[in-house]
């Protein structure tokens, strides 16, 4: 399926709060949780810089809309993301029942800089969506996105400014 324009600007809101994310000292990740009217439920950034490494903005999302929102209205929902979920927010998407995910970039791009720069990894396996909850529809990654979330990704985990 081809991504509209309005999918386009969703994800141009996360890689924004993904560099507001880094520009406040965290990870830069940005999601944003639209429901079927287009309307923008909740949108947040990372938070783990202050130790708690589960703070993701998938994560919250999930919790947010388990909270909020119907059975019916998450299945409508649809989840935007700089970054592919990692597996932790892959089954929170899954168990609370949210609907499609459009990412940026994916997990194994981000792998793949991660090594190129010599990085530290994840301390959890670098898994796509489909590999955790198969029956998700996912979109992504979005090559427009791909050369700004790098320099993102860049700034935040190489060891030397590259």
Wanted: charge should be negative; proline fraction near 6%; include cysteine.
């Amino acid at each position: 399926m081809a991504l509209t324009a309005a999918d386009y600007n969703y994800l141009r809101l996360c890689v924004d709060l993904a560099q507001t994310a880094l520009y406040a000292g965290d990870e830069p990740f940005g999601s944003i949780l639209v429901n079927q009217f287009g309307d923008i439920l909740y949108q947040d950034h990372n938070h783990v810089a202050g130790g708690d490494a589960t703070q993701h903005p998938e994560f919250a999302i999930a919790r947010w809309a388990a909270t909020n929102l119907s059975p019916d209205e998450r299945a409508h929902c649809v989840v935007y993301t700089s970054g592919e979920h990692c597996p932790m927010c892959s089954a929170a998407h899954a168990w609370v029942g949210l609907g499609k995910i459009v990412y940026a970039t994916s997990s194994q791009q981000l792998q793949t800089w991660l090594q190129q720069w010599q990085a530290p990894t994840a301390p959890v396996a670098t898994l796509s969506i489909q590999q955790v909850a198969p029956q998700l529809e996912t979109e992504g990654p979005v090559e427009e996105f791909e050369e700004e979330m790098r320099d993102l990704y860049r700034q935040a985990f190489a060891k030397q400014p590259q």
